[in-house]
């Protein structure tokens, strides 16, 4: 069975650092991994997908990294930003399942001007 | 064009009462999710479709809960008698196809009393 984790689960930095999440997996055969947003109340709002194949995205100032044997992504997110609070949550999709994504719990991140 | 839809956004129920949650999916999306979604948690896989083809169905909690797509579009989630730890938001995804971006609705918020 996967199974997502994210550390830390709580962050707060000052506006302008830069700063990394960390997401990891514990079954290696996977079909993707999508990095999201979510907002207090909202529903989720989609970051960076990287496909199984791929060790890479970028999207303005988030870059999003996939280890996929060491079963690990990471979400750089250059530049903070107060409107950068917000809970950022990593999905793994299954290898044998490919409908089937696993989240993690994700990490509440707030950007103190 | 307009995102993923849910309604209603909030719904209370009594102990018992029967639910049915909808979801309109961007037009064209092939593959449509149910998740449950804890306070303070990840999203929780719930079910899957390709068109109307229910191709998973693992994590519905019990057979109290039941999803359909008829025509390959709109889904209803329905839950009958429901009770206390059904609380939670259900949010509905949907993707062009089962391992492309998913695009999330706003969720709705069931309350069980």
């Known amino acids: 069975k996967q199974e997502v984790t994210q550390i830390p689960a709580a962050l707060s930095v000052p506006e302008g650092e830069n700063l990394v999440l960390n997401c990891s997996f514990t079954?290696?055969?996977?079909?993707?991994l999508q990095w999201f947003r979510q907002d207090p109340g909202k529903g989720l709002t989609s970051l960076l997908l990287?496909?199984?194949?791929?060790r890479e995205q970028t999207s303005g100032r988030l870059n999003a990294s996939l280890d996929k044997s060491s079963g690990r992504s990471t979400l750089y997110i250059a530049a903070s930003q107060p409107g950068d609070s917000a809970t950022y949550l990593c999905?793994?999709?299954?290898?044998?399942?490919?409908?089937?994504?696993?989240f993690g719990d994700g990490t509440t991140l707030t950007v103190k001007p | 064009g307009a995102g993923v839809s849910q309604s209603p956004r909030y719904k209370v129920a009594k102990r018992g009462q029967d639910v049915a949650l909808r979801c309109d999916p961007i037009s064209g999306h092939v593959s449509l999710f149910w998740y449950q979604q804890a306070l303070g948690q990840g999203p929780e896989f719930l079910t899957y479709?390709?068109?109307?083809?229910?191709?998973?169905k693992s994590g519905l909690p019990s057979d109290r809960f039941f999803a359909e797509r008829p025509e390959g579009s709109v889904s209803t989630l329905k839950i009958q008698r429901t009770q206390q730890e059904d609380s939670a938001v259900y949010l509905c995804?949907?993707?062009?196809?089962?391992?492309?971006?998913?695009?999330f609705g706003p969720g709705t918020r069931l309350l069980v009393l």
């Open positions: 999905a793994v999709k299954g290898g044998t399942n490919a409908g089937k994504s696993t």
């Open positions: 990287i496909q199984s194949s791929q």
């Open positions: 079954d290696s055969a996977i079909y993707n």
């Open positions: 995804a949907s993707s062009v196809g089962q391992a492309e971006t998913q695009y």
């Open positions: 479709f390709q068109n109307e083809a229910q191709l998973d």
